[in-house]
C-alpha cells in the first residue's frame, strides 16, 4: 500500500514536496515512480528512482525543477517540486514496480499505486 502527501494549493514559482510512504510489504527492492494526471488527460510520467537510488529518470517537462528522491528506511519517496507552473496542476500518484529500462517511463509497467495528492498551481 502507498499512501502519498503533500499536495496543495500554491503560487506559480513556489515549491512543494511530496511524500509517499510504503506499507505492508518491502517496497525498497522496487524502483518508485510519480506520475500526474491533469483534468481531462492521460495520466504521465513525471520521474522514477531506481532501487538503489543512483539512478533517476524525468519526463523533459520537469527536468531541472523536480528532483526524486528515497529513503528505504524509512520506505518513503519523495518528490521535490520546484519552480512550480500553472501547468503542473495534476493529482501526483506515487507507483512502485520493476519496470525494464526502456519502458520506466510506462505506466502498465508499475503494479502498486498510492491514491493521488492534488498539487494547484495558481498564476
Known amino acids: 500500500q502507498l499512501q502519498a502527501s503533500g499536495g496543495g494549493l500554491v503560487q506559480a514559482g513556489g515549491s512543494l514536496r511530496l511524500s509517499c510512504v510504503a506499507s505492508g510489504r518491502t517496497f525498497s527492492r522496487y524502483a518508485l515512480a510519480w506520475f500526474r494526471q491533469a483534468p481531462g488527460k492521460e495520466r504521465e510520467f513525471v520521474s522514477t528512482?531506481?532501487?538503489?537510488?543512483?539512478?533517476?529518470y524525468y519526463a523533459d517537462s520537469v527536468k531541472g525543477r523536480f528532483t526524486i528522491s528515497r529513503d528505504n528506511a524509512k520506505n518513503t519517496v519523495y518528490l521535490q517540486i520546484n519552480s512550480l507552473e500553472p501547468e503542473d496542476t495534476a493529482v501526483y500518484y506515487c507507483?512502485?514496480?520493476?519496470?525494464?529500462?526502456?519502458?520506466?517511463?510506462?505506466?502498465?509497467?508499475?503494479?502498486?499505486w498510492g491514491q493521488g495528492t492534488q498539487v494547484t498551481v495558481s498564476s
Open positions: 507507483a512502485a514496480g520493476s519496470p525494464i529500462l526502456s519502458a520506466i517511463r510506462n505506466r502498465n509497467m508499475y503494479n502498486y
Open positions: 528512482i531506481r532501487v538503489s537510488g543512483a539512478t533517476t
